[in-house]
């Protein structure tokens, strides 16, 4: 079983940056590819970006991939989404995920809700305009 916990949501002006971090816990991720989706109100959750488990392949829905980067640290069981520029449509819950059926995987990455197996809590980002 594994725990995931989001950090690092806040309250921004458009323009901002913020880095946001989900730690793992009860088993280790390594070897997994770990993504991160968002759900505004009144919509469905969405994907973000995925990271493959070695962290040399990365994947970012269109709006987001020349903002924002994920990256993950194994040793820390940790992954992130640093995100710049942020615009008022970005605000959203966001949330970070764990493909824990399937291990070693780098491409594609996985992308749809249904793909991943383990889910954090979420960390509000509201981006002001």
């Known amino acids: 079983q594994v725990q995931l916990v989001e950090s690092g949501g806040g309250l921004v002006q458009a323009g901002a940056s913020l880095r946001l971090s989900c730690a793992a816990s009860g088993s280790t991720v390594s070897g997994y590819a770990m993504g991160w989706f968002r759900q505004a109100p009144g919509k469905e959750r969405e994907f973000v970006a995925a990271i493959s488990w070695s962290g040399e392949s990365t994947a970012y829905e269109d709006s987001v991939r020349d903002r924002f980067a994920i990256s993950r640290n194994t040793a820390k069981n940790t992954v992130y989404l640093q995100m710049n520029s942020l615009k008022h449509e970005d605000t959203a819950a966001y949330y970070c995920?764990?493909?824990?059926?399937?291990?070693?995987?780098?491409?594609?990455?996985?992308?749809?809700?249904?793909?991943?197996?383990?889910w954090g809590q979420g960390t509000q980002v509201t981006v002001s305009s």
């Open positions: 995920a764990v493909r824990y059926t399937a291990r070693w995987i780098t491409t594609p990455l996985p992308n749809y809700v249904s793909e991943y197996d383990y």
